[in-house]
């Protein structure tokens, strides 16, 4: 633990320094998010963010291979080099989409290719367990494993790029989900799963620690966007530590190491822990499908716009997301871990209730009466 808390810093740190250089980098070559009408800023803002946060990654995989219990990871299986590859190309790619403005379809083929390098250094879904029916477990060949794979990768890519609508949103969200996919790896390597989980492990830590030391500079108001180099890395990694945790192992043998794991929550931790993202995505192209248009046009109708639209501030719907992922990726992470007993199911459903509480507040306030003085001084325009 003392080692993975010190990569985690390293990434942080390294991140944190390297952020104003990418920021004056940034406003050199005019890679800038200028304001639309979709967007919350009213400036316009650096980008390249992402770039600080990989060079953080890469500062703290460096320092992993040269810690005593880490570098064990290196030699189990190529995972985190097949990472940081792809991840290098996917940042790449976001970078030059943070300059150029890319289209889409450019950018949907960058995608696929990161995915399918990763792939190739035996990142993939090997095995999937059916909880219905009597088919149980089932070894995926690499026919169907490989463009499994690769859809969930670019699914996740596009989803966490959905959400980077907000100062602070995505970096605060994925560091929460990458924190969460931490406890539930370690939680496998102690029991009886080293080999399966020390990879994952080491790649949420990393991550959570480049998304905190980013978080600083991009929190409302942001000095920095993450941008495309940074949103487009955080869904790989993500994507990458949720393959490599939950799609190596046959769950049923996990039933064999702790009663505490059931089988079904290989399934149900990374849904929960990337819920948010994904249902944000999947009504996003609802949305846009229904609407005739195409499902990478921009809108504001996202879950962060309604929580402004309904009177929260840009800060307080920032942190109400938080707590909402928090709360359902911890939750599921707290089932892996103590099974799926009354008091987990108990306190789980009162941080729901909470949430929903304070996500609804202003809808729960009385309408404020406009004082005589100030309908006098700002009078209402009427047709």
């Known amino acids: 633990m003392r080692e993975f808390a010190v990569v985690l810093l390293v990434a942080a740190i390294v991140t944190y320094l390297l952020t104003p250089l990418l920021r004056a980098l940034a406003t050199r070559t005019q890679a800038m998010a200028q304001p639309r009408d979709r967007d919350v800023h009213a400036i316009p803002t650096p980008r390249l963010g992402g770039l600080a946060m990989y060079g953080g990654i890469l500062a703290a995989v460096f320092v992993a291979t040269v ?100 100062d602070g949103l995505l970096a605060g969200v994925a560091g929460i989900a990458a924190l969460a996919f931490f406890a539930y790896s370690y939680q496998l390597s102690r029991t009886g799963f080293s080999d ?5 492990t080491l790649i949420a830590a990393v991550l959570a620690g480049s998304c905190l030391g980013f978080l600083p500079h991009n929190f409302q108001p942001a000095r920095i966007f993450m941008g495309d180099s940074g949103s487009m890395l955080i869904g790989l990694m993500l994507a990458a530590a949720a393959v490599s945790a939950t799609g190596k192992a046959d769950p049923q043998t996990f039933a064999s190491a702790t009663s505490l794991l059931p089988l079904t929550l290989p399934l149900l931790v990374p849904l929960a822990v990337l819920a948010f993202p994904l249902v944000d995505l999947v009504l996003a192209v609802l949305r846009r499908a229904r609407a005739g248009r195409s499902p990478f046009s921009a809108d504001k109708l996202h879950l962060h716009h309604r929580l402004l639209e309904i009177g929260h501030s840009h800060r307080r719907a920032v942190l109400i997301l938080y707590l909402w992922t928090m709360v359902l990726a911890f939750g599921a992470v707290a089932m892996s871990v103590f099974g799926v007993s009354a008091g987990v199911l108990w306190l789980l459903g009162a941080l729901l209730v909470v949430a929903v509480l304070v996500s609804t507040i202003p809808q729960l306030r009385p309408p404020r009466r406009t004082p005589p003085w100030a309908a006098a001084r700002h009078p209402v325009e009427r047709d």
């Open 67 to 166: 810690l005593p219990a880490l570098q064990r990871t290196f030699v189990y299986s190529q995972d985190i080099l097949g990472v940081l590859l792809a991840g290098g190309v996917i940042c790449l790619l976001g970078a030059l989409d943070d300059r150029f403005n890319l289209d889409a379809l450019t950018k949907l083929t960058g995608q696929i290719a990161a995915a399918g390098m990763m792939v190739l250094f035996g990142v993939q879904i090997s095995f999937f367990y059916f909880p219905f029916g009597d088919a149980g477990t089932v070894s995926l060949g690499n026919d169907i494993a490989v463009p499994l794979t690769v859809l969930l990768t670019v699914l996740t890519i596009n989803a966490m790029n959905f959400i980077d609508g907000l």
């Open 196 to 200: 399966i989980a020390s990879a994952p």
